[in-house]
């Protein structure tokens, strides 16, 4: 199987490896465990269990290694692939990864007020 690019849910930091992914495994930076409901492709925070995978049991702790059998990574895309970023309008309004990190008036005058001079 070749390999794929994968992104930490933590730090971001992406590692390459190869299916299937190790429960012992974890990120490269960080340390935390690799194989967790927070990097698998079921993992939905508004769903119920946080989880879509409707067969899956519950695991109470998503950011720890855990024993799914519905356990699917996350891949961030295949050796030497490159996603392109996100422009969806629903990012956009709602902050998502691609939301542009702009600043409302409110939030520049409140620093201006609290900044020292």
């Avoid at 989880?51 to 695991?59: D, I, M, R």
């Amino acid at each position: 199987m070749s390999n794929h690019i994968m992104s930490c849910w933590s730090c971001g930091n992406s590692w390459e490896f190869s299916p299937p992914l190790g429960r012992s495994e974890s990120c490269l930076k960080c340390r935390r465990d690799a194989k967790s409901c927070l990097n698998c492709k079921f993992h939905d925070r508004h769903a119920n269990a946080e989880c879509t995978e409707s067969q899956a049991e519950l695991v109470k702790d998503k950011e720890k290694s855990n024993f799914c059998d519905w356990f699917d990574a996350k891949f961030s895309g295949s050796q030497g692939a490159v996603d392109a970023p996100s422009t969806s309008p629903l990012d956009q309004l709602f902050g998502g990864p691609s939301a542009p990190k702009t600043k409302s008036s409110l939030e520049i005058e409140f620093e201006k007020f609290f900044t020292k001079k």
